[in-house]
């Protein structure tokens, strides 16, 4: 909390403003960091009193489990963006983790989990080494690794048209499928992820310098934060985060679904975005992404449960909403600027 | 004599590199063509240009936006979703002619045009983010609309679909004419050079007095539009609407085209010829691994290192 807020006021306010920030500011501040979780409360009460189903223990769990997926991508992610920064290839590498893990798991879970997590971390590992070494930009860069990954994918399911099965009695089905204190357990792994995640990015050093590339790289640089060693690791670990989630995905359907993750880098994208990280890097939080992502399936399950709406309405509402929040912050960091 | 050699041997390689990164899309072609002509049989047939010619001209209509989007310094993620809003748009219209669906459909590119362009404009929200929210939108308003595949059977769609003056297809003259006038309008139209001067620096811009917020504006709706213009166009080469599949990816492709043909990603400079060129090699690559019984997986490996290697390219010159 402490690496954000100093970098947030510090870049909002002259080097010689009295100490602690006024009322207006502390206040678009707390919209800024909250406004996602206000909202995500008012969605929940009003469908929960809008349909009796919302709040029975099937949906919740159903609604978790797919939730965890996309929340272990968003996580990447959010380091990513908070640098700076930007992976359009999340959702081929977790399409090409999960058939990776459903292809490992005849080799046992290690495999299963482990190359997945190799492979996609490589992918990530070049995107970073282009950005970072070769200073391409990463929009173009996490493009072409889009298509790369699923050309990789397509190739190794023979064109789409081998899809590989996961054994459901082996220990990586079991990972997908059971459910601790009736839980299911990826969503276990996503929380326990999302408080490291959480842990790295305020306490560690490596967390202070992802910050700092993102609010100024020429003073990152010149207060001696390892800029491009920082920038590659951010997107390796985009790339683990997006393989490790297809792999878990993999365990819980049973099979690595080849079309999946087409448009996930959208939603992840969102996701943080509507948690309160801006794009522009340098400010962001953990939780906020994971607020996001419940935020969004939130919507999606509302508009489910509204039978005579399909899921082009959910398209339309996510990006109407999407639209709302980008303007809203802007709005409010505009706001921040002038105080 | 180091010296001046020294001096010398550096500004031959600027030179090189800036002629590669000038003409190495042209080059491209050049040596697909000629590969082509030497390894695939039928390849010099009448017939198969046209197919290619068919083929390269919606991506091609939707990248002529897409340049003037990433000349101002943004980029346009929802031509791809503008393009199924517009074949909805179609099929919902054509009962009233096939002109009234076509105005339709572009005006429905000018009403995604001006929500992108008031979004960056006014609000000041990142190009990406912006378009990537019509993106969402666009294709779930597409889908309201017409949920599944419809066939259209319409004379005058499918003569636009399939006719010809002189052997040469009306979709690759539509595509040439609208080549043209973008590029008239990037070199010789004052809105082209406003255009340029905001992609350059929007601060510098905005301090010499220019309309800013209307260039951009216009730059999306002229995006939007060309978008809009690609969809109907592939709507009528296929006889059908398709909001699910049709223009899905083709923003990237859109982005692949003018990225290889050289106009840089930060703005201030737009090469429609290299753009051209650029749609036309991505074309010619696909179709020459398909050619040679390479899986479609391998097509789009090979667009991934030309996408890397071009901006690569585009990148040493940047630096100085």
Redesign the interface.
């Known amino acids: 909390m402490t690496a954000v807020q100093t970098i947030g006021t510090g870049r909002s306010t002259g080097g010689d403003e009295p100490a602690g920030p006024t009322r207006g500011e502390r206040i678009s501040a707390l919209a800024q960091q909250h406004g996602a979780l206000v909202t995500l409360v008012v969605a929940v009460i009003a469908a929960s009193l809008s349909f009796g189903t919302f709040l029975t223990t099937d949906n919740l769990g159903n609604m978790a489990v797919s939730s965890a997926f996309l929340a272990v991508v968003a996580l990447g992610m959010t380091f990513v963006i908070i640098t700076g920064g930007i992976d359009l290839s999340v959702g081929s590498l977790f399409a090409l983790g999960g058939v990776l893990g459903a292809w490992g798991s005849r080799y046992g879970t290690l495999v299963a989990l482990l190359l997945p997590l190799a492979v996609c971390g490589l992918i990530g590992l070049v995107n970073g080494l282009l950005i970072a070494r070769a200073r391409l930009a990463p929009f173009i860069v996490t493009l072409a690794s889009l298509l790369a990954a699923r050309g990789i994918l397509l190739a190794i399911t023979h064109e789409g048209a081998t899809t590989y099965l996961v054994d459901d009695t082996s220990f990586f089905a079991h990972l997908g499928q059971d459910k601790l204190l009736g839980v299911g357990v990826p969503v276990w792994i996503t929380v326990a992820l999302f408080v490291l995640g959480a842990v790295v990015l305020r306490r560690s050093r490596f967390g202070q310098y992802v910050y700092a590339v993102g609010g100024n790289e020429d003073a990152a640089a010149l207060m001696g934060a390892p800029v491009a060693r920082t920038k590659t690791a951010v997107y390796a670990l985009s790339g683990v985060c997006a393989g490790l989630a297809g792999a878990l995905n993999a365990a819980w359907l049973v099979s690595g679904v080849t079309i999946l993750g087409s448009g996930m880098e959208l939603e992840a994208i969102s996701a943080v975005v509507i948690g309160g990280t801006l794009l522009t890097g340098g400010f962001g939080f953990i939780s906020g992404s994971l607020v996001g992502v419940l935020l969004l399936k939130v919507i999606q399950n509302v508009i489910n449960q509204i039978g005579s709406l399909d899921s082009a309405y959910q398209q339309v509402v996510s990006g109407a909403f999407l639209a709302a929040v980008v303007i809203a912050q802007t709005w409010l960091g505009r706001r921040r600027r002038m105080l | 004599m180091t010296d001046l050699a020294l001096r010398r041997t550096s500004y031959d390689r600027d030179r090189l590199l800036r002629l590669l990164q000038e003409y190495g899309v042209y080059a491209g072609v050049a040596v697909l063509i000629l590969a082509n002509i030497a390894f695939t049989p039928h390849f010099l047939s009448a017939e198969n240009f046209r197919t290619q010619a068919v083929q390269v001209a919606p991506v091609l209509i939707v990248a002529l936006g897409m340049a003037l989007a990433i000349g101002s310094e943004g980029?346009d993620l929802s031509v791809g979703s503008v393009m199924a809003l517009s074949t909805s748009l179609v099929s919902l219209y054509l009962g009233y002619g096939v002109w009234i669906a076509l105005i339709t459909a572009v005006i429905g590119g000018i009403v995604v045009g001006v929500a992108n362009g008031s979004?960056i404009a006014f609000?000041?929200?990142?190009p990406?983010?912006?378009t990537?929210?019509?993106?969402?939108?666009?294709?779930?308003?597409?889908?309201?609309l017409l949920?599944q595949l419809k066939d259209i059977h319409d004379p005058g769609m499918a003569s636009l679909g399939s006719g010809d003056v002189l052997g040469i297809p009306y979709l690759v003259l539509i595509a040439a004419a609208l080549a043209l006038v973008v590029a008239f309008t990037v070199r010789r139209t004052t809105f082209g050079r406003q255009l340029l001067a905001i992609g350059d620096s929007r601060p510098a811009a905005q301090l010499a007095g220019l309309p800013v917020r209307r260039v951009l504006i216009l730059v999306y709706v002229c995006s939007g539009v060309l978008a809009a213009f690609a969809g109907v166009l592939a709507s009528a080469r296929l006889q059908a609407s398709d909001p699910t599949s049709l223009g899905s990816l083709m923003e990237?492709s859109a982005?692949?085209a003018v990225?290889v043909g050289g106009t840089p990603?930060s703005g201030g400079r737009i090469r429609i010829g290299g753009t051209v060129a650029g749609a036309v090699l991505i074309q010619l690559l696909t179709a020459t691994l398909i050619k040679h019984d390479l899986?479609?997986?391998?097509?789009?490996?090979a667009?991934?290192?030309v996408?890397?290697l071009a901006?690569?390219a585009a990148?040493e010159r940047g630096?100085r």
Do not use: F
Request: proline content about 7%; glycine content about 6%; hydrophobic content about 65%.
């Open positions: 980029v979004l609000i000041g929200v990142q990406i983010v912006a990537l929210a019509l993106m969402v939108a666009g294709r779930g308003v597409a889908l309201v949920p990237l982005i692949t990225v990603l899986p479609p997986s391998w097509t789009q490996i667009q991934a290192v996408i890397v901006v690569y990148r630096k």
